[in-house]
Nanobody, 125 residues
Framework: EVQLQASGGGLVQAGGSLRLSCVVSGFTFSNGAIGWFRQAPGREREGVSCISGRDGDTYYADSVKGRFTIYHDKAKNTVYLQMNSLKPEDTAVYYC??????????????????WGQGTQVTVSS
């Protein structure tokens, strides 16, 4: 059984930083992809950043390029999302998810694997 545990959210002022963590178990990362998604109230869920386990290929939404970094710590079975220069529009519940197709990292949408429980990120102006 694949399980994901997301953490690291919180309340931060605009311009601040947070690092989200997603501990994954029961999933062979080298054969798939892991991504971070977010959903704000009244808005559709969107792909924020994804990474391929096969070749390390990454995707970033235009709105976070240059501010967010996704990376994987193999020893800890954890995927991190380092978020810098946070903006109020980054406020959302952030979820991590898996997909068994590593090429899905390039699309970073509609992951069909397992999903974590979400962690709230609130950025105040």
């Amino acid at each position: 059984e694949v399980q994901l545990q997301a953490s690291g959210g919180g309340l931060v002022q605009a311009g601040g930083s947070l690092r989200l963590s997603c501990v994954v178990s029961g999933f062979t990362f080298s054969n798939g992809a892991i991504g971070w998604f977010r959903q704000a109230p009244g808005r559709e869920r969107e792909g924020v950043s994804c990474i391929s386990g096969r070749d390390g290929d990454t995707y970033y939404a235009d709105s976070v390029k240059g501010r967010f970094t996704i990376y994987h710590d193999k020893a800890k079975n954890t995927v991190y999302l380092q978020m810098n220069s946070l903006k109020p529009e980054d406020t959302a519940v952030y979820y991590c998810a898996t997909d068994y197709n590593p090429r899905m990292a390039r699309l970073c949408m509609k992951f069909l694997g397992s999903w974590g429980q979400g962690t709230q990120v609130t950025v105040s102006s």
